[in-house]
Structures are given as C-alpha cells and as structure tokens.
C-alpha cells in the first residue's frame, strides 16, 4: 500500500522528467564527451579579434590549443527540468600569430604583441563555466548543431602579466560528430597587460576556437544515464 | 583536281549554325553557294558543306574553338582576297571565334561531292566517290597561341548538294557568295548567345552618349612612333612626348632643339634579329620629342627635340606654373645636352662606384659604370633650361607634389628637388622587398606607397597575401594594408583562401588610392576593408561576376581613401563567351583615376567584351537588332568607371590601339601612345578613330603615335537604338 501510494504521488514528477529527457537527449548525446584540447590537430584552430573603442581599427590574431581538458557530461535536473552542461574543467588558447600592420603598433588593440608573439606567451585561458541555457538547433552541412549558452570566468596573459576576464561563450555541439565550435566574447583591460595610452582602456575580445574530436565519457558505474528511474533506483 | 591546302568554311556567328565547345561538333552547315559557270552565267546551288572533321583549334579539355568567316550581312559572305596569291591561288583569311589562330588557305576550288551519311537532302551524284585526302594546314606566320591550344590539319570537307549537281568542283575563283543558311536542321544543336554576355549587354546602357570623343590623331610617319608620355598643360593646352627618330612626317613645324644638336646620320640604325629571329631594327638616333597641341587637339602648336641619341625618356610632368620637368637615362650623345644646359648640380652615386670597383677587382675586368640619368626644368616658354641636376649611375623617377617639389627616387634613396629653384635635398633610404608596384609617391604631401604580396609559409591557403603599406615623407611607417596571413584569413572563420597581391597603385590629388590588384578566385581578402576581416567592402560592378571560370586571374580594381584606407569600391571586370556562359579573360594595360573619382581604364579583352550601348562603335546589342548574325567583339577597349567603380559609364573597343595610358585634366582625358590603322581582333577590322585630326591617315610601319581626346561630361546623346528587325 505505501509503495502504490508512493508511486501514485511520484508519477506526476517522473512523467514531468520523462518531457525533460526527451527534451535534452539530443543535447547530452551531442555533447557529451571528454575533450583534450591538446589533441587538436589543425594547426590555428584559434582567432581571436580585439576592439577598442578608443582605437580606430580592431587587430586580428591567430593560434593553436595550449592544453586543457574539459568534460561535458550534461543531465537534466529531474526536479526542475534545467539541463546541467556540468562542464568540468578548462583550457588554455596561445596566440603564436598576428598580422603585420606596421607602423600601426599604437593604432590597434595590443600592437606592441606583434612583435615577437610566439615569445610572449600570450595565452587566454578558460578555467569554468556555468549558467547554461540551451539555445537554437540549426540545421549545418553535416547535421544538426545545438547551441548552448553559457558564461565563463578565464584569464588573459601576455608578457607574465594577467587580466582576469568573464566571458559569453556559446558553444555549438555537432550531433552527429563529437566537437564544437566556441565562440567567446569578453573584456579585459589593457593597463593590466602592461598596455598604456589609448591602448591601456578596455579591450574587447572576440574569441572563436575549434575543438578536436570528443571521446566518450567514461559509463556511470551501475546505471544507464537514460533510465529515469535508474537513480531512483528501481 | 589538286588540292594543296583545304579549305573550310564555317558558318559563325550570332545564331549560329554550329555548336562548339565541350565536343559535340556538327558534321554539317545549310549553304547556298553562288558562283559565276564557266559559261558566264551565274548558278547557285544549295546543300550542306559537309566535314569529316573541322579544321579547328583544340583548346584546354577537348573543346574546340571554330574557324569561321564572318558574314558581313544577312548571313551572307562577301569572298574577300586578302594578301598575296599562291601559285596563282587566291588566299583566305578564316580566323576562329576566338581570335587565337589565323589560317591563311591556299585553295583552288570548292569539292562537290555525295557521300552516303543518311543526312537529309543527301542525294548521291557526281563528284568524289571517295573523300579526298586529309591535306596539310599551310599556316602562314601563325599568331601566338593561348597555352595548350594546337592546331590540327583539317579533314576533307564537301558541298553535298541537295540535288545533283552538274559540277563536281566550284573554282573559288568563281565564287561570289556563301550564304549560311539560319536555321538549324537535324544533327544540329543551334547555338546562340546567352548568359552574362547577354544580361550585362543589356544592363550596360553606359551613361547617355555624355563620355564623347573630341578629337583623335595619329602621329608620325614611316616607323614606329609611340607616345610614352602626355598631359595638359595649366593653361589646357596638351603635350605628348615620346622617342622618335625621324621628324619628317612633320607638316608646318619645326622642331627646337634643346641644348647642342648631333647628326643623326652619325647614329645610323642597327639591324639583328628578336629571339624569334625576326628582322628587327633599332635606332640609336631616337631622341626625346616634346610636341605641344591646341587645346582641342587640333594643331600642333610646337615640337621640341633633344639632341640626336642624347638620351632615353623617362618621364614628362608639367608643374603648376606651366614649366615641364623631363628626366631622361644617358645614351651615346648624353654631352650634347648635359654638357650644354648651363650649370648642371651633380648628385653621386658612391654606392655604386663601391660595388662596381668591387665587382671589376673580383673579376679582374675593366671598371663600368652605369649610364646617368639627367633630370632638368624646362621653362614655362619651353625654350629655357632653368635647371638641371644629374645622377650619376643609375637610373630615376620622378612625383611632383601639389607643391611642385619633385620627388626623386634612385634605387632605393630618394631625393627632394625644388621645382622652381632645382636644390637637391637627401631623403630617407627606403628598403622594400617584394613590391610590384614599387614606391608610389602620394602628390599630395610626399607620403609613399608599396604595394605588393608576400608568401604566407604557414602550409595554408593563401600563400600569395598581399600588402599595401604606407610611409611618410621621412619614411617612417604609417599604416599597413591588408597584410593578413594565412592562419588568419585562410582557416575556418574567414576562408579567404584565394591568392591575390596588389600589383599597382595610383596616387593622385583627390585623396584616393586607385589598386590594381590580381587574384585567382573569389574568396580574396580584397572583398573585405583592409583593416578589419569582418566588414565587407562594396564589390561589384558591370561584368563582374567570376564564377563559372574554370582557370581564374582577375584583375581588381580598388578604391581606397589614402588617409583611412577604407575602401570606397571594388570591381572586377571580365569578359564572357557568348555561347557557353563562362567568364573570359581581360588583361589591364593602364589605368588612371581623375579627380572626381572616375577611374579610367585600357587593356585588351578576350571574344566577349561587355560594352556599354553607347559605345562609340556599334556594340554588339545594338547591331544585333538588325544582324541576326552580330558578333562579340575583343581586342583593345576603353571604359570609364564613375567613382566607387560600380558603375560603367562607358565601355567601347578601342580599334587599333596598341598601348595607351592616360592623363586628366578636369573632365578632360586624354589617351595617349600608339595604334594601328585598323583592329585586327576576332574577325573585327574596324578602322582606328581618327576625329578633327592633326593627321588622320596612317603614317606606316607597325604603328603610329596616337592621341584621343575625351570629354567625360558631354551634353547627353543617347544612342539609337533600333527596333528589332527580324
């Protein structure tokens, strides 16, 4: 009697996370994976663009993945519905190249860095995420592409200098193949990077990276991640 | 019946009777045939001129291109002899439609014949009953021929009558006319004009008749005269100038030599022969001509000459006050006019000494200097040195500033020279590898330009990266252009991964940069401003349009503001075969930017030309009204871009222009250098324009001098565009 009374009250919140499952299952099937950054193999995965508003023209960046791993392993909180990316931990991008505007040093965002980049170990690093929303399903050239929105909190680093930055980053998951594109907008400040003049205000970051290809996650020992009632252990 | 060369008759043109590219060749074309019998009266005789194989010139991937002779009218053929005979055999200029080959045919008479092929109106009568043999191509001083194109010797051809014939063989001395019969019969895939040749011939209506010519000249006698260089005067009168080795084509004027004059005679010319070994003939005598025109190209007013053999023109430019600046490279009689134009400041070359010495001790030779270059004012009179600075051992160049300060540039050190007073001054050494247009010096302020590409050694698209950098006038660097790399453009966010490099630059009062730039595709970072990758810049432009081109080299044309570097407009400007819709290709030989921003160009265009309805020789849209059997035209042309280069006011082939390169003064252009009396492109032989002319026939050789008088803001005259007639 008390375990039909039981299940006669839970039905209404199972029946309420079975919607949610089958909202989100596409999302945790597409980005669900252990990604080493550092297995990137495409040699300038990275760009990244800076504006100033005090600077008439904006400069233009190039580089690779530094290292860092990050674990997608995104689950529907069954009480409130909400997707959890539960993205654990970052990465590091390195610029290692930029244009050559000469003569243009103190007209562009961080025009001192042209000179001698790859030695500057100009890094901007992603240590967490958190806040995610899912946004639109698109349909791409090879397949769908989920988007999901989130804000992270990293660091800029040129010259053993840093500036502390929280980011906007939209990541697009691939469904039928384990990677994404992120795609990143923050601020930091030049002053702190050791930039002076009209280049030492706020500085505008556009920052677009490709992972490598995803592995799997690692299987939760005991349950299968789509049974709704595995954690609730039936 | 002997043959010692075939001859092929094609039917061309607009409407076509034959199908050409990607292979599918007709075996067949509908004709009448009108000779004069030997009995005096006059026959015809209708049937198919039939080839086992047609006489034509393979291009890349098996398509075949089309040996045709052009109707003049009605699809009707006027047989015309053309240079000498043969063994007593009249000759036959066929050209194909795309101007690459002339055959020059020696033929004796048109076969009739039958063959049993199942083809409609076949009858099988008297003539051949075996097809004569395949017979040797006999080209005559063939004309360069695209890459990969070859000829091949054609295959046995007939007229197969649709009745019998009562001749086996028509003299072609009899012939009077070939009528290519329009339509289209079995076996045949009619072929007509289609695509963008047709949709930008349409939207081309050019800007009312208003770009007009004023006045167009030839200039010169017997040899080969040329205008290097020309301009208006302040006061709007117009100078040419050029090397000429020979005044005696001059009527009513008489030369004025500046400084000692040398005997000709004592210069005599030198015949060799090219690298084709072909009989060329120099002229050492050649000296620099300054001929000044009435302002409205109708007289020449004055001639001033250098000494015989003095030395080689390099530049002309005309100051503010009306005074000439010239510069010219020493040659055999330099003294005559060094030595005789008063006092002469003298700049060394130390450098130069150095290496040579070096050079001459390491090779144990003797010790040789390179030629001097002499740079002197003439007064505004034009009969004055006011003064004269020399170079020693090497080479210069020249910009005159608004200030009418002379920027000089030998090598890589440049020098400032006072217009009206001569003091030389050092400037800044300026280094610059790998510029295509070299340093560009802006009139304005004497700030200066490289443009030119470098090779992204990143292993990624693009590897040609091309850059515009500008300095000031103490060299000091102000802003790059472009200059992106490949791990920027080429990769995932931008895949611009086309090759491009700026390949030139004008600078002028106005403010504007005008670029010519190359690239081989589409996906070229001069689409966008070249300072930021995510603003497009305005691309776009009568004949513009680039896909469907299999191999890609397209010339940009870029504005740009010289102060901001943003880009006002971008163009492209390509030709298209009428009948397969695929862009064809235009080489840029000049270009200028006016004041008001209107960019003017020259070049040569391949079969296809886009040119506007109010061209100043018919076009093709409006020819077409009335000929069913027009053709697209190439060859020289002219157009006239309205600023940002979006717009085409005019468009018009240029017969006989050879090279030409332009000057502005307000809404004047003038058009300066050399023509030939008459096209000679794509069956085209329209005669060169020749308009209140100083001299209106041609004077011999392979070319004239030629000047062309423009007005860009004529009262409007719109063309008349007839209704169409069939």
């Known amino acids: 009697m ?132 899912v946004g639109e399903v698109r349909r791409g050239n090879d397949g769908n592409v989920i988007e999901i929105l989130a804000k992270a909190k990293g660091k800029v680093e040129v010259d053993g200098k840093e500036a502390p930055m929280e980011a906007k980053v939209r990541f697009l998951f691939q469904e039928r193949t384990p990677n994404f594109t992120m795609h990143a907008n923050f601020e930091f400040e030049g002053a702190l990077l050791g930039l002076d003049g009209k280049q030492a205000g706020p500085i505008k970051a556009t920052l677009s990276t490709l992972s490598p290809l995803g592995e799997m996650l690692p299987p939760k020992a005991g349950n299968d991640p789509s049974d709704p009632f595995g954690d609730l252990g039936f | 019946m002997k043959f010692q060369n075939c001859f092929y008759v094609l039917a061309c043109g607009l409407f076509g009777l034959f199908s050409c590219a990607f292979g599918d060749v007709p075996a067949w074309v509908g004709v009448e045939v009108t000779w004069e019998a030997s009995d005096g009266e006059t026959r015809r005789l209708s049937g198919q001129l039939e080839f086992d194989r047609l006489p034509v010139t393979r291009l890349e991937r098996g398509n075949f291109g089309i040996t045709n002779l052009v109707p003049l009218e009605n699809g009707e053929i006027q047989i015309r002899h053309t240079g000498e005979t043969h063994e007593g055999a009249p000759v036959f200029v066929l050209q194909d439609y795309q101007g690459t080959h002339r055959f ?93 040749y047709v949709q930008y011939s349409r939207a081309a209506t050019g800007d009312q008749g208003r770009v007009q010519p004023v006045a167009a000249t030839f200039l010169g006698g017997e ?137 001459a001790e390491a090779r144990a030779e003797e010790l040789r200097l390179a030629e001097d270059a002499l740079l002197f004012r003439l007064s505004p009179n034009l009969r004055n040195v006011d003064w004269a600075v020399r170079f020693q051992h090497a080479g210069i160049g020249f910009t005159r500033l608004q200030s009418d300060r002379l920027v000089v540039q030998r090598g890589r050190d440049v020098y400032f020279v006072e217009g009206p007073t001569g003091d030389v001054r050092q400037g800044p050494n300026v280094e610059h590898g790998r510029s295509h247009s070299g340093m560009v010096v802006d009139p304005r302020d004497g700030s200066f330009y ?53 390949n030139d630059v004008i600078a002028d009062n106005s403010g504007r940069l005008l670029l010519r730039g190359w690239s081989d595709g589409g996906n070229s970072v001069f689409t966008r401003q070249p300072y930021d990758l995510r603003k497009p810049a305005r691309v776009g432009g009568t004949a513009s349009s680039i896909w469907g081109a299999s191999v890609l080299s397209v010339s940009y044309l870029i504005q740009m503001d010289a102060d901001s570097m943003e880009v006002s407009g971008v163009t492209r400007f390509l030709s298209y075969l009428p009948t397969s819709n695929t862009p064809n290709s235009i080489s840029l030989r000049a270009y200028h930017q006016m004041e008001n921003g209107q960019v003017a160009i020259f070049g040569h265009s391949a079969f296809g030309l886009i040119e506007t309805q109010d061209s100043w020789f018919d076009p093709w849209y409006v020819q077409y009204r009335t000929n ?8 020289p042309f002219f157009a006239l871009y309205a600023e940002g280069l979006q717009t085409l006011r005019i468009s018009t082939i240029l017969p006989g222009a050879r090279a030409i390169d332009f000057a502005a003064k307000d809404d004047k252009l003038l058009l300066f250098g050399s023509a030939e009396p008459q096209n000679n492109s794509y069956g085209d032989e329209t005669p060169a324009m020749t308009l209140n002319a100083v001299q209106s026939e041609f004077g011999g050789g392979r070319q004239d001098a030629y000047l062309l008088l423009v007005n860009t803001a004529g009262d409007p005259n719109p063309p008349q565009i007839p209704e169409r007639s069939w």
């Open chain 1, 2 to 133: 008390k375990i039909k009374i039981f299940f006669l009250l839970a039905l209404p919140c199972l029946v309420h996370a079975q919607d949610a499952l089958n909202q989100h299952q596409r999302v945790i099937t597409a980005a669900s994976g252990v990604y080493d950054m550092s297995k990137e193999p495409r040699r300038y995965p990275f760009l990244l663009i800076l504006d100033q508003e005090a600077l008439k023209y904006p400069s233009f960046w190039a580089g690779g993945h530094a290292g860092g791993e990050i674990t997608f392993s995104p689950e529907t909180d069954l009480l409130t519905g909400d997707l959890e990316l539960n993205a654990e931990g970052g990465f590091s991008l390195q610029v290692t190249n930029s244009t050559r505007k000469h003569g243009m040093e103190a007209q562009i965002p961080g025009g001192p860095w042209m000179q001698n980049t790859r030695d500057r170990n100009f890094r901007v690093t992603f240590d967490s995420f958190s806040d995610y929303t």
């Open chain 2, 104 to 196: 020059l045919w020696n033929v004796e008479a048109l076969p009739v014949g039958a063959r049993d092929t199942g083809m409609r109106g076949l009858e099988v009568g008297e003539g051949f009953d075996t097809p004569p043999p395949v017979l040797d191509l006999d080209l005559e001083e063939p004309e360069p021929v695209d890459e990969g194109a070859t000829s091949e010797a054609p295959a046995s051809f007939r007229l197969v009558p649709a009745a019998d014939s009562p001749v086996n063989a028509i003299p072609v001395a009899a012939l009077r006319y070939i009528h290519f019969q329009a339509l289209a019969d079995d076996g045949f895939r009619r072929q007509s004009y289609t695509g963008r």
């Open chain 2, 223 to 359: 040899g080969d005269e040329h205008f290097s260089h020309g301009g208006f005067f302040p006061d709007g009168r117009i100078y040419a100038a050029g090397m000429f080795h020979d005044l005696s084509f001059l009527a009513n004027v008489s030369p004025r030599v500046i400084g000692r004059d040398t005997n000709a005679s004592d210069y005599p010319p030198v015949h060799g022969t090219d690298r084709r070994g072909r009989e060329q003939i120099s002229y050492p005598a050649s000296a620099p001509v300054i001929f000044v025109f009435s302002e409205d190209l109708s007289a020449v007013e004055e001639v001033i000459r250098l000494p015989w053999a003095s030395g080689q023109l390099a530049d002309v430019q005309v100051g503010n006050d009306g005074a000439l600046y010239v510069a010219l490279r020493e040659r055999q009689a330099f003294e005559s006019l060094a030595g005789h134009v008063g006092e002469v400041t003298v700049v060394e070359n130390p450098g130069h000494v150095a290496q040579a010495r070096q050079r």
């Open chain 2, 450 to 502: 490289f443009g030119g590409e470098y090779h992204s050694g990143t292993g990624l698209e693009p590897w040609r990266c091309p850059f515009l950098r500008k300095f000031d006038p103490e060299g000091h660097p102000v802003w790059s252009a472009y200059d992106w790399t490949g791990p920027i453009v080429g990769v995932q966010f931008f895949r611009l991964v086309s090759d491009s490099a700026v």
């Open chain 2, 628 to 635: 069913r059997h027009a053709l697209a035209r190439g060859g």
